[in-house]
């Protein structure tokens, strides 16, 4: 599969968080976590579970750096 971002950060599945439609993610990304919020068929269309190896795909028009 071919895809245009390029923000590809692979990690593992830490915590999956289930709601009545959405869900949270939380991946360790090289000891830091990424959460996604994404809908609860999509877990199951994915299978996603903890200690599943995951890429989390970062697609973004804008980024803010706050110092």
């Known amino acids: ?3 245009s971002g ?12 289930m709601g009545t439609v959405m869900a949270k993610i939380v991946v360790d990304y090289k ?3 990424i959460v996604a919020a ?3 068929d ?3 269309d994915l299978g996603l ?5 995951v890429t ?3 697609k973004s028009t804008e ?3 706050i110092k």
Not at 6 to 17: D, Y
Not at 49 to 53: H, L, P, Q, W
């Open 1 to 3: 599969m071919k895809i």
């Open 6 to 17: 390029r923000n590809k950060l692979q990690g593992v599945v830490k915590e999956v968080v």
């Open 31 to 33: 000891g830091e976590e």
């Open 38 to 40: 994404i809908t609860v």
């Open 42 to 44: 999509s877990i199951e």
């Open 49 to 53: 579970k903890v200690g599943d190896e």
């Open 56 to 58: 989390a795909l970062i």
């Open 63 to 65: 980024v803010m750096i």
